[in-house]
């Protein structure tokens, strides 16, 4: 008799575990970036591009299409930039611009299982950047005063759409809940921003660079399936 109460038990425990999955996940993820300008640019000779850390945030949820796919859907903070140096300058070499603006993206996933806990995963989309923090032209000076450079930065479009790419290794919890180690990248299909630097005796020479927006991260995700947020309903009898 026990014997037999067991196995109701835990085939009941069994059954109430997969009703509490859900094909919907809400979750967050954040890491860091690296950016720089466009690879088809060319410098002077005395100048280099340098690649400039910066971070993300965002808030994402999925829908689990199949055991193998998934539709994600991500909106957050994004803060790239990038890094000009002088190589011929003893000190004060570079100048360093953080460019911050809202990202949103769209895209699938799939999904290869090794077991019932863990997976790798790959990922393409699109996404839409809103630069909402950059005016529309600045100036900027390697240092304070007696400036030995300067980069003229105008904002070329507000809003432009990337694509992404990226890939994952991840598990899944107990109680359904999934996690992820990402690495994606991130390129746009326009220009974000125009740039001049100007150098030389009264800024006599200059020459143009372009911020394309591109970046690659790397961070980490955590999702919680929405399973585990609903209530158990309970009934009365009189």
């Known amino acids: ?64 299409m199949n055991r193998a796919s998934s539709l994600e859907f991500s909106l957050g903070f994004l803060n790239t930039g990038y890094k000009i140096n002088n190589d011929t300058m003893a000190y004060n070499t570079s100048v360093s611009k953080s460019i911050s603006s809202w990202n949103s993206s769209l895209g699938i996933s ?74 994606t990248y991130q390129q746009s299909f326009g220009t974000s921003h125009l740039l001049e630097v100007q150098h030389g005796e009264f800024y006599n020479q200059q020459f143009p660079l372009t911020f394309r927006g591109g970046n690659l991260q790397l961070g980490l995700s955590y999702f919680f399936n929405f399973g585990n947020f609903e209530k158990s309903e309970e009934y009365f009898y009189d």
Not at 25 to 46: E, M, P
Not at 129 to 155: E, G, V
Request: glycine residues 10%.
């Open 1 to 64: 008799m026990r014997k037999s109460l067991f196995v109701v038990l835990t085939l009941f425990g069994i059954y109430n575990s997969i009703l509490a999955q859900s094909p919907w996940y809400v979750g967050g993820s954040a890491g860091v970036c690296v950016s720089k300008t466009s690879i088809n640019d060319t410098l002077a000779n005395s100048f280099s591009t340098r690649n400039r850390i910066g971070g993300y945030g965002n808030l994402r949820i999925t829908y689990d």
């Open 110 to 183: 799939f999904r290869q299982n090794f077991s019932e806990y863990n997976f790798i995963s790959e990922k393409f989309g699109v996404a839409v950047n809103y630069n909402a923090f950059s005016n529309a032209t600045d100036t900027l000076n390697n240092k304070d005063k007696a400036h030995d450079f300067r980069i003229i930065q105008t904002l070329n479009s507000t809003i432009y759409p990337m694509f992404y790419i990226g890939f994952a290794m991840g598990g899944k919890t107990d109680g359904g809940d999934r996690y992820e180690i990402n690495l």
